[in-house]
């Protein structure tokens, strides 16, 4: 029940344009569920937990990756952006459960702003240099 009423609100962001509010939703409601994610997390261990959140945001970082590789008008094989999606989304997910786990106070818009900064300098970079390795 946890994993399915976070997963269907995400899911019904729009993934090219909301990916912020997606973000920002699921830090507020691991905020809101801090007790309940600890619990969950003595019990199911941490790579329950990444896969829980790993659910919520692979659609929006493939789409996220389609939509620079689009704007950028370049071209990266499947396996490298699916690679990269996991990468990115992995790191998101580990951040996320750091958030419940951490006992200070996380600034939200912060880490929502190292999130986009990675997002929107390292992505673009790291395609650009693929495409030009014809990866």
């Not at 309940?36 to 199911?44: D, G, H, P, R």
């Not at 261990?45 to 939509?67: L, P, S």
Request: charged share 20%; proline share 1%; hydrophobic share 45%.
């Amino acid at each position: 029940m946890l994993e399915q009423e976070a997963i269907n609100v995400v899911k019904n962001y729009d993934l090219a344009v909301d990916y912020k509010d997606a973000i920002l939703f699921v830090m507020e409601y691991v905020e809101a569920n801090t007790y309940i994610l600890n619990c969950a997390y003595n019990s199911m261990g941490r790579e329950e937990m990444k896969r829980f959140f790993y659910a919520d945001f692979v659609d929006i970082t493939q789409n996220i990756i389609c939509n620079i590789e689009q704007e950028l008008n370049i071209h990266v094989s499947e396996h490298f952006k699916n690679i990269l999606c996991d990468l990115y989304t992995e790191a998101i997910a580990g951040l996320l459960i750091n958030c419940f786990k951490c006992k200070e106070k996380i600034n939200k818009v912060r880490m929502l702003n190292y999130v986009s900064l990675m997002i929107y300098t390292g992505l673009p970079a790291i395609l650009k240099e693929a495409a030009n390795q014809s990866l």
